[in-house]
C-alpha cells in the first residue's frame, strides 16, 4: 500500500508560480511511475505529466501540451517525493491537482485507469 500526500497549491495571480509536492509512504518510491493530474470544476480528470523509469537509463518526463514548456515534473527518491514547478500560471490551470502512483512501467500513464494509488488532492487557484 502506498500512501500519497500532496501540498504546496493554493491561490496565485496569473503569470505566478507555485510548486507541488507529492510525500509517498509505503513501497519502493524510486520503482513507481509517478504522474500528475488536475481536474477543475465540472470536467474531468485530465493528465498533466509524468515521470518514470525508461529504458532502464534514467527517468524522463512527459507533459500534456496544454502545459508543456511552463510545468516541470521532478522527483527526488531519497526524500520519496515528486514535483511539480508550476511557472506561467493561467487561470485555466486552476484546479484540484492529484498525485498518482503505479508500479508498472510499461503503457502511457496518460489515463488515470493505469495508476494504483492517489492523493487526496490539492487546490490550485489562478486568478486573472
Known amino acids: 500500500q502506498v500512501l500519497l500526500v500532496e501540498s504546496g497549491g493554493g491561490l496565485v495571480q496569473a503569470g505566478g508560480s507555485l510548486r507541488l509536492s507529492c510525500a509517498a509512504s509505503?513501497?519502493?518510491?524510486?520503482?513507481?511511475?509517478m504522474g500528475w493530474f488536475r481536474q477543475a470544476p465540472g470536467k474531468e480528470r485530465e493528465f498533466v505529466a509524468v515521470?518514470?523509469?525508461?529504458?532502464?537509463?534514467?527517468?524522463?518526463?512527459d507533459y500534456a501540451d496544454s502545459v508543456k514548456g511552463r510545468f516541470t515534473v521532478s522527483r527526488d527518491n531519497a526524500k520519496n517525493t515528486v514535483y511539480l514547478q508550476m511557472n506561467s500560471l493561467k487561470p485555466e490551470d486552476t484546479a484540484v491537482y492529484y498525485c498518482?502512483?503505479?508500479?508498472?512501467?510499461?503503457?502511457?500513464?496518460?489515463?488515470?485507469?493505469?495508476?494504483?494509488?492517489w492523493g487526496q488532492g490539492t487546490q490550485v487557484t489562478v486568478s486573472s
Open positions: 515521470i518514470r523509469w525508461k529504458f532502464g537509463i534514467a527517468y524522463i518526463a
Open positions: 509505503g513501497g519502493t518510491f524510486s520503482r513507481y511511475t
Open positions: 498518482a502512483a503505479d508500479s508498472k512501467h510499461s503503457g502511457t500513464h496518460y489515463l488515470d485507469l493505469e495508476y494504483d494509488y
